[in-house]
């Protein structure tokens, strides 16, 4: 077995964390249904890699993410931090316990569940009650799917709104006392502190503790962050103790920022203070991993990436869906049977482990740790018709703060391809998709030094939740059309059954501009004699000591980009 254990950290990573579920949930439900199409049935991936079997204390089979989440107090809207396999009773809140004095105790009405998890409730009612004969005809079939996407449309307000998944007891941690309306918590200092409080260290530790301990081989923790406030605190923090935990156990890093965290800044001191959290949160986070990539566009409706998307920033529901469909993309290698080198399989190759792509981009002769994540969604076919860039070309980039069409003769990358059509609607077999990108890299002007290609025929599947966000240029399988099949501008799981993906990580000089503007503006506004946000830095925590030694392995960074730069001979 070689286990993955992913840890969401923050708001916006458990929105993206929520779909990427949901994408594993349907791929099981998909591969068990006997008329879905055979790609689906014979997709060659091995699910017991994100996954655990357990036992509920009645002797009920579990199947679940083997996950940590970790969240504000109130996150998870009308769902249970103790999920609904279990139905144990959630245990107190951590506290001192020799005081004395009165203790008033608030408590609110549970949630409403919305339509969309009522009709789940009543799923799986009508599957418990399914020996007897009731004399109705099924609860479930009385709220329509129409009606759920409208109120997922317009209502999602937690990322459990739009979860279809059953999550262990142990995977939904909520930090007791910080609420998830707080509005101070917006930098690294005070989810350092908010993690260091109490247990909470204590407690989210054993809770990553026991999946871990239960692996046979566990090949590396997947971990997502909401980075833009005080969760990267947190984050940065845990990550810390996992490093010293569990030192041989690669840690795949996403630090996520949603497009409304992008807003600039009202005051002058605000701006400073963003800059400094991005340094500070870059830094620390970095440090405790093996391979970070950066995510958040600014704009998802003005990118590239959003040519056959209809996207509205302001929801996160709606651009968490592509960041978690680039990341599920990511992943699919790691669940890969893996073959002898003389066997082939007619639905994937190029399986690897997380430490495999952690030395491929991270540990090669560049030692560069940042990688930049690209998204091609959906994908077009390998003859490019109808549109007139190469599948190669198609790929745009979630990577903030980068450069374009830069040449690196050193780049290396690791590219995932599933789902795509040769032409029309035929499917792609893996020789002609691995043909197909060889003879685009034979005809580009530029090509990596290195690149590893995986590829598998099961595209992405589209679950009910998932939000309508395609254009009336796709179609009903993910393949791109010349003529708008429909009058509405948008579509989603009702109009679309999948979608063809390719995503691509690559460790690039293209990142360098990332790099220099934490770099600069870590010298501009922490170390410079005078800096305006020297003393802002020391209320966080961090003395001139740690400043200069983050100043350092940025300045590492770039040099290792950027050999020839003055950062080398720089003795700031």
Known sequence: MREI???????YANFIGSHFWNFQDELLGLADNPECDEIFKNHNLDMNVLYRSG?????IPTYTPRLVSVDFQGSLGSVSSQGTLYNEAPAPPGGVSTWTGGVTTCA??????????ESLYLEDEDVGNASFDSGKNGSRSEIQDKDIVECLENGVRYWTDFSKVHYHPRSLYELSGLWMDIEDFDNYGVGRDAFSGGLRAEEIGERLR?????????????FVVDDAGGFSGVAGEFLENIADEYANIPVLLYSVHSPDTCIDPKSKKQTISRKLHDVVSFSRLSASCKLVVPVGLPSFSMSRTSSFLRMKDEKPYHTSAVYASAIHSISLPFRMEQL???????????AMAVNDLVQMLAGQARQ?????LDVSMPAPSLTGYPVPQSLLENLQPLTPEIADDVEDFQAVESMTIHGVYRAGSQRASISEVKDAVQAAYDNAVTRPKFSHLSVARCPLPIPLPFPSIFGNLVG??????DMAISDSASGGSLEFHSIPMAARLRSSNAILPLLENRLENLRKFGIARGALGTELLRNWGFGMDELEDM????????????PYSEESSDSD
Do not use: R, W
């Not at 254990?5 to 708001?11: E, L, W």
């Not at 609110?108 to 998890?117: I, Y």
């Open 210 to 222: 026991f999946f871990i301990e239960e692996c046979d081989h566990i090949q590396g923790i997947q």
């Open 551 to 562: 100043g350092e392995t940025l300045s590492k960074m770039v040099t290792t980009l950027k």
């Open 476 to 481: 009903q399988h993910g393949e791109l059309l």
């Open 5 to 11: 254990a992913t840890v969401q950290v923050g708001s």
């Open 108 to 117: 609110s009405e549970p949630l409403k569940k919305n339509l969309f998890l």
């Open 55 to 59: 036992e509920t204390h009645q002797g």
């Open 340 to 350: 002898g080198p003389s066997a082939q399989s007619s639905y994937t190759c190029g």
């Open 368 to 372: 560069n740790m940042v990688s930049i």
